[in-house]
């Protein structure tokens, strides 16, 4: 293997990777100004490669070791893979999207899949929790990142797609969806949207059941409602003074046609009304595709 299909093997993995006129391969880890220093052992009967991290000034460290020197250069590449994508070094990188998620009320964190890649997840109320990535793993680097792929998953395999601001692939055909937002990289808007759809989704669920669960029997009745829209319509109207048409007549009944009631619904009530009905469908209508 030489050296320099080794440098452009590192560089097809997004690593900052050169090689020396000296014969040493520096790579720059992501998440830090140090150095992965690598060249050719002068030791030994098998041809290896020696591995030593260096500070940014040159210093260098206890970390090192030794690589076997193979034909192909993938088993190298995932060796220096695995070092520079440690949690470690990643964890740095995405401080600030850690931090924006954070500020509006997520608890968010880096995590490892098994196959040695980094997300974000972040652990809701109700069990279920936020996967976020870049569109799949996040990248070594936050400037690397173009847009953002947020999935909500429930119980079992159940999920759906909260925030989708990756621009699609140059294959892609032309019946890409229209309607996915168009933030591309932009943390804090990614931010602000996750946060409004939970707040919109434990208006589904009263922010503590699961999204597929369904409501507890008895919980909701008839009567219950129809008490609950009474209420609400005797409560202070803040803009009567307003000549704001868009009242309402809501009659609730039982299904056999019992307990019939009709309220007067004012204008602001049925516009509130509607905000949180509109909010629910959106939530809604996913889990029932």
Same mark, same amino acid.
């Given at each position: 293997?030489?050296?320099?299909?080794?440098?452009?093997?590192?560089?097809?993995?997004?690593?900052?990777?050169?090689?020396?006129?000296?014969?040493? &391969?520096?790579?720059?880890?992501? =998440?830090?100004?140090?150095?992965?220093?690598?060249?050719?052992?002068?030791?030994?009967?098998?041809?290896?490669? !020696? +591995?030593?991290?260096?500070? !940014?000034?040159?210093?260098?460290?206890?970390?090192?070791?030794?690589?076997? +020197? $193979?034909?192909?250069?993938?088993?190298?590449?995932?060796? &220096?893979?695995?070092?520079?994508?440690?949690? =470690?070094?990643?964890?740095?990188?995405?401080?600030?999207?850690?931090?924006?998620?954070?500020?509006?009320?997520?608890?968010?964190?880096?995590?490892?899949?098994?196959?040695?890649?980094?997300?974000?997840?972040?652990?809701?109320?109700?069990?279920?929790?936020?996967?976020?990535?870049?569109?799949?793993?996040?990248?070594?680097?936050?400037?690397?990142?173009?847009? +953002?792929?947020?999935?909500?998953?429930?119980?079992?395999?159940?999920?759906?797609?909260?925030?989708?601001?990756?621009?699609?692939?140059?294959?892609?055909?032309?019946?890409?969806?229209?309607?996915?937002?168009?933030?591309?990289?932009? &943390?804090?808007?990614?931010?602000?949207?996750?946060?409004?759809?939970?707040?919109?989704?434990?208006?589904?669920?009263?922010?503590?059941?699961?999204?597929?669960?369904?409501?507890?029997? =008895?919980?909701?009745?008839?009567?219950?409602?129809?008490?609950?829209?009474?209420?609400?319509?005797?409560?202070?109207?803040?803009?009567?003074?307003?000549?704001?048409?868009?009242?309402?007549? &809501?009659?609730?009944?039982?299904?056999?046609?019992?307990?019939?009631? $009709?309220?007067?619904?004012?204008?602001?009530?049925?516009?509130?009304?509607?905000?949180?009905? !509109?909010?629910?469908?959106?939530?809604?209508?996913?889990?029932?595709?």
């Amino acid at each position: 293997m030489e050296l320099s299909h080794l440098v452009e093997a590192l560089r097809a993995e997004a690593l900052d990777a050169a090689l020396t006129d000296d014969g040493q &391969i520096v790579v720059n880890l992501p =998440g830090c100004r140090d150095q992965l220093i690598l060249g050719p052992s002068r030791g030994g009967s098998e041809p290896r490669l !020696f +591995w030593q991290r260096r500070t !940014f000034l040159g210093t260098r460290t206890n970390e090192c070791g030794y690589l076997e +020197w $193979t034909a192909a250069p993938q088993p190298v590449v995932g060796a &220096i893979l695995g070092y520079a994508r440690a949690p =470690g070094l990643t964890g740095p990188q995405y401080g600030p999207v850690l931090d924006a998620l954070r500020s509006n009320g997520l608890d968010a964190a880096i995590v490892t899949t098994g196959g040695g890649c980094h997300l974000i997840r972040a652990y809701l109320a109700d069990g279920t929790q936020l996967v976020v990535g870049a569109p799949e793993s996040l990248p070594p680097q936050l400037s690397q990142v173009t847009g +953002w792929l947020v999935r909500h998953k429930g119980p079992g395999d159940r999920s759906t797609v909260v925030y989708h601001s990756a621009p699609p692939p140059a294959s892609a055909s032309q019946d890409h969806d229209p309607g996915a937002p168009t933030g591309g990289p932009d &943390i804090h808007l990614m931010a602000k949207h996750v946060a409004r759809y939970v707040t919109e989704a434990g208006l589904r669920h009263d922010g503590h059941r699961r999204p597929t669960a369904p409501a507890p029997e =008895g919980e909701v009745t008839a009567r219950s409602l129809s008490r609950l829209i009474g209420a609400l319509a005797q409560l202070p109207r803040h803009q009567e003074e307003l000549d704001n048409p868009g009242g309402a007549l &809501i009659t609730i009944t039982e299904r056999d046609g019992s307990n019939t009631r $009709t309220t007067e619904v004012p204008a602001e009530l049925v516009s509130r009304m509607h905000t949180v009905l !509109f909010s629910m469908l959106s939530v809604m209508r996913p889990y029932d595709e």
